[in-house]
């Protein structure tokens, strides 16, 4: 027998390690859920760092009001099936206080997230997020910590970050502060799918190729719901799209694939020519430092 | 397109600056391995095209932050990823110029193997020592030394023997640090993608391996001369409250085997309490498992009920290792705030973390001529022998026997800042 771990067994003790360390350091840590494939990565390795325990924190939803039914039913059943605690924190009660201010009603919600979540992060006080965010996704997230500090407001400082060595982490905070603690930090998209295949993880269904309705605007498949409707002069398509994140509908968007299996998906990315977020955030595409933008403003 | 399949993970770090090349190294792994997508592709063309360059600059690959594309230099390590079908590789990307020292180090804590960069028409310089030091300092045990710019050079196969000849030179004085290290030299051009992925056909003279293929078929596996048990807990599950009946009593000790081999029934004891049980179960998970290996992070049941907590560390029971309240260590200083000799300090070691003091600083390392210089302070990006006084006690060994064992970050107790980094030397 070989006595050195493959990399996915090396890849999930490496977050087992983490998550456990965030238990061990941490007074009121909670985990941020979406419903997606990486965070539902952070569920099994959070049963494999504390079952037959409890996970020693609740699960919490950004909700941006702007869901896939079929994530929302499944993030429902999810928690229901592990017999956990969600929290939902909803923009939409945001909106109503006035915390946050539209510029249109139908604008892309995504970057309103911070907000949302920096309430709940007081509210709840709590001192650390475990999240599923990935430093292949991004270039800012290239250079974060595996355990990233944030002030009191939220705030991401990128040339001030604590140095992070061998798996020593530290996440001491004062009251107010926060840590955000990344998991899954060295994996990449391949890594999570094959996770997912090892471990057979079920998905919400929209990762996998369905019909769809959509359009293509500028460069882009748009699926066309209540909150995305057709415009003036569009066609329709009827097409095989799945999703490779999901999120806020505005900002989200599928791409042309016939893959219906968790195999088959595999196959498409290690074949493809696009990256993750390239392909699917409207939201990064703006600016080549739009996401640093956001961290620097308290998202995840 | 083959289904991926990777074996095992590769950790690794490059060192050198800009100059000699570095950027350019990386990209063209990446860009070779083609792990570099269109839509990255077409928004480093973008930016190249900006800069007046005419080819695409494959440096820009690893620039991240806004303020570093602004600037042209690298701020921060940056990690990346790419895989090749048998191994997983993350590199760590320090940068070469400012904030060298610390920037270095904390890449070379995680890195199993360090390339280092050479610029064939320069030589070895001091930096090329500094990054030796550094490497052998934080106990990385394989190194690669890269003679870019072979272009420049006319491919000349002597000047490359000669700085071979003079970097082993070099080494000789420095072998004594952290034991002997596996150096492998190669001739490559980055900017042509010679020796790199493809061996080009400019040095047909050169029958050595290229840099992707000794990455691929380095043995990593003897790496860690500490065979014995050391098993950090990291958390404590009692799952008391939950409804089931035969969970009541349960206790099991969560953390990650850092070093030897733990089997169903062997013998332990925990430490600093020295109390004894043996192994009555290892899962991870809900998989049950006979032999738990390095790296991975697991669950025990003890045989007794014996009381464990957080900080505490399971050995085998024959094991002599102590509990130590004063020892030496080789510490890097990481803050812009200089180290206070009088205040006192948070170290956190494994899972357990102590108050610590300054007994004496011993000397600094001069880390360009590599002597031992009589020192006072210490600030950022110094190097220096300190002895410590500890309020808890650490289960500590050597770091060059344990780099997971050996290993300390100093925390400072009222900004809770990581102001330092330190490796023990526990006297024999």
Not at chain 2, 85 to 104: C, F, L, S, V
Request: hydrophobic letters at 35%; aromatic letters at 6%.
């Amino acid at each position: 027998m070989k006595k050195v771990l493959t990399h996915l067994d090396w890849l999930e003790s490496e977050a087992i390690h983490i998550m456990r360390e965030v238990a061990g350091q941490c007074s009121n840590p909670v985990l941020l859920f979406s419903g997606g494939k990486d965070s539902l990565c952070l569920l099994r390795i959070a049963e494999k760092a504390f079952r037959p325990g409890r996970f020693p924190f609740p699960m919490m939803h950004i909700d941006t009001g702007h869901n896939y039914s079929e994530v929302i039913n499944f993030r429902d059943k999810k928690v229901h099936d592990l017999g956990e605690r969600l929290i939902i924190a909803s923009l939409d009660d945001s909106i109503k206080k006035g915390t946050i201010v539209l510029k249109s009603s139908d604008e892309p919600r995504n970057k309103y997230q911070s907000i949302t979540l920096l309430e709940a992060i007081e509210e709840h006080a709590f001192d650390c997020c475990i999240g599923g965010a990935r430093r292949d996704e991004e270039k800012a997230r290239a250079k974060e910590r595996i355990m990233s500090f944030r002030d009191e407001f939220g705030q991401w400082d990128p040339k001030n970050q604590r140095p992070e060595l061998w798996d020593l982490y530290n996440a001491k905070t004062h009251k107010g502060e926060n840590i955000r603690a990344f998991p899954i930090s060295n994996w990449t998209e391949m890594d999570v799918w094959q996770y997912i295949e090892r471990e057979n993880l079920e998905l919400p269904n929209i990762y996998f190729a369905h019909k769809r309705e959509i359009v293509r605007r500028s460069g882009s498949i748009i699926p066309i719901t209540k909150i995305t409707p057709v415009k003036e002069n569009e066609v329709i398509e009827n097409i095989m799209v799945r999703f490779r994140t999901v999120g806020d509908i505005t900002c989200t968007a599928p791409v042309e694939s016939e893959a219906d299996t968790v195999e088959k998906i595999i196959l498409e990315t290690a074949s493809t020519s696009i990256s993750e977020r390239g392909a699917t955030r409207l939201d990064d595409q703006v600016s080549e430092a739009s996401m640093e933008l956001r961290k620097k403003e308290g998202y995840f | 397109m083959q289904k991926p399949t990777d074996d095992t993970v590769l950790r690794f770090m490059t060192c050198g600056s800009v100059d000699d090349g570095k950027s350019t190294v990386i990209g063209r792994l990446l860009f070779d391995t083609k792990t570099i997508l269109t839509d990255t592709l077409s928004q480093i063309e973008k930016t190249s095209k900006k800069k007046g360059m005419s080819d695409i600059d494959l440096s820009l690959i690893t620039d991240g932050l806004q303020a570093e594309r602004e600037q042209g230099i690298t701020i921060d390590v940056a990690y990346r990823y790419f895989s090749t079908g048998k191994r997983k590789y993350i590199i760590a990307d320090a940068p070469g110029h400012e904030q060298y020292t610390r920037n270095m180090v904390t890449a070379a804590s995680t890195a199993q193997l360090a390339i280092i960069l050479i610029d064939a028409r320069k030589g070895i310089l001091t930096q090329t020592k500094r990054h030796t030091y550094l490497a052998k300092l934080l106990g990385i045990k394989h190194i690669i030394v890269a003679v870019n710019k072979m272009d420049l050079i006319n491919y000349d196969e002597n000047t490359y023997k000669s700085i071979c000849t003079n970097y082993s030179e070099f080494e000789k004085n420095i072998s004594s640090l952290n034991g002997p290290m596996n150096i492998n030299f190669l001739p490559m051009s980055a900017i042509k993608g010679d020796m790199i992925v493809d061996r080009g056909d400019s040095m047909n003279w050169f029958k050595g391996s290229t840099l992707l293929h000794l990455l691929e078929n380095l043995d990593t596996t003897e790496d860690i001369k500490e065979s014995s048990l050391r098993l950090p807990i990291q958390y404590v599950c009692r799952p008391g409250g939950l409804a089931d009946e035969n969970l009541h009593d349960f206790r099991a000790f969560m953390g990650r085997i850092e070093s030897g081999f733990l089997k169903v029934n062997d013998k332990i004891k925990v430490l600093p309490s020295g109390h004894e049980s043996s192994i009555k179960e290892i899962r991870i998970g809900e998989k049950i498992i006979e032999e738990a290996i390095p790296e991975q992070s697991v669950t025990v049941s003890l045989m007794d009920e014996i009381d464990i907590s957080r900080g505490d560390m399971l050995v085998h029971r024959n094991d002599s290792i102590n509990a130590t309240k004063e020892f030496t260590a080789m510490v890097c200083w990481l803050s812009e705030t200089p180290l206070s000799s009088n205040r006192t300090y948070l170290l956190m070691h494994a899972s357990q973390t102590s108050k610590a003091k300054i007994l004496a600083i011993n000397f600094k390392v001069n880390i360009n001529s590599l002597d031992s210089e009589d020192a006072t302070e210490l600030r950022t990006n110094d190097i220096a022998s300190i002895s410590f006084k500890l309020a808890q006690p650490l289960i500590a060994d050597s770091y060059d026997k344990n780099r997971r064992t050996g290993a300390f970050i100093i925390v400072d107790e009222s900004t809770y800042h990581t102001v330092g980094a330190g490796m023990i030397q526990l006297l024999d």
